[in-house]
């Protein structure tokens, strides 16, 4: 079982490598030529105002426990859908109920707002 | 040669072809863009370098092997170093599971064509390794402390996981249909049924749209909005390392059209596959060129979404839609009997 999971990992390790390579060949062939201005963050070629980390809207944060929440529903599905088959109407109707839970909880946060970025 | 040494040269063997053709694929995806965005805009193209241009992509790589490379006095190094690489691997780890073929005889030798056809959890690895990309994207707007940058980094990352959510329920259906997670099963079911965009038309359209989200390909293409973010994440990236964003960009429209293929469309199959094998990859590549088509002629037609309307269409429209459509399927599946 364990066998199909070596060629993946010889992959990885290729693809690790080329991205290596790629960044040594810009390393290796190209100038550089530092000067104060040309390190100075890009701002359309205005002086640089203000900090560049700043605080972030709380929306982004919002939309990132959302969709942890959804995501692992959604993964719940993954073995159900597998056996779906086998497990006949017994499936259906527990996963019909999974999902009216799953939807209130969609409809809970559409009506307090939480998708809306007026 | 005994047996253990062969296998370890043949995934070698199989792993650096693979990532060649990703190399090569992304190469001529710029190409293809750009002349099929040009007859769309009635304009000819890059037809100068080569015979029709053809050695445009080669140009352009070399040219940004020679460029300098800008790092930020503020920036966090190692971070900035981390996060093109970041972004580029998934794209090619997920064609590690892409079957192009079944048992082909390469040189007296029987080997199965693709890297892991059969690996038992092959969706979940596609879902779990293109979300790596996400991280890619977060740290490269954070470490080039740009506020442009980071707020290019944070819309794409807030865009990508939202329309991951539809992604991950599209994906359902094939799997009910074929009763499996390996995506080798999925094209045998195909084979033995249906193409699967066939009986599950809407589940498709909703796959493609969320991938097209994913890619960050227009009519979604935050990233670039060039009117609102100077360049999104990637504005303080030159060089060789914008490259790799570029690739990470190009390679990821490459392999989600290909696993986009393997589940609706049929994978490697067609006819005479059966009896010869060789045939898989050449179907596989048609689908992967006709679906790359179709990703460009979208960003030759469409406008780009306003932020607001981009959040709210993944959110209430396309988030409901591919949870009915994994309803219908189950449904269509208990009452046909399919």
Known sequence: ????????????????????????????????????????????????????????????????????????????LFPWAVVYRELGLFGVIEMAIFIFILLVGFIYALKKGAFEWE | MNETTGMILEWVIKGAVVAVICLIGFAYTTYYERRFLARIQVRIGPNRAGPWGLLQPVADGIKLIFKEELVPDKAYKFAFMLAPVLTMAPAIIVMGVVPWGTQANFFGRTIELGISNNLNVGILYILSVTSIAVYGIVLAGWASNNKYAMLGGLRSTAQMISYELALGLSFLPPIMLAGSLSLGDIVKGQQDFLWYFIPLLPTSIVFFIAVLAEVNRSPFDMPEAEQELVAGYHTEYSGMKFALFFMGEYVKMFSMSAVFSTLFLGGFAGPFVEQVPWLGPVYLLIKIIICLGLMIWIRGTLPRFRYDRLMKFGWKILLPIALINVVLTALMISIFGL
Do not use: C
């Open chain 1, 1 to 76: 079982m364990l066998e199909s999971y070596y060629p993946i990992a010889i992959l990885i390790g290729i693809t690790v490598g080329l991205g290596i390579l790629v960044m040594g060949l810009g390393h290796w062939f190209g100038p550089r030529r530092p000067t104060q201005r040309k390190n100075a963050p890009y701002e359309s070629g205005m002086m640089p105002y203000g900090p560049g980390t700043r605080q972030m809207p709380i929306r982004f944060y919002l939309v990132a426990v959302l969709f942890i929440l959804f995501d692992v529903e959604v993964i719940f």
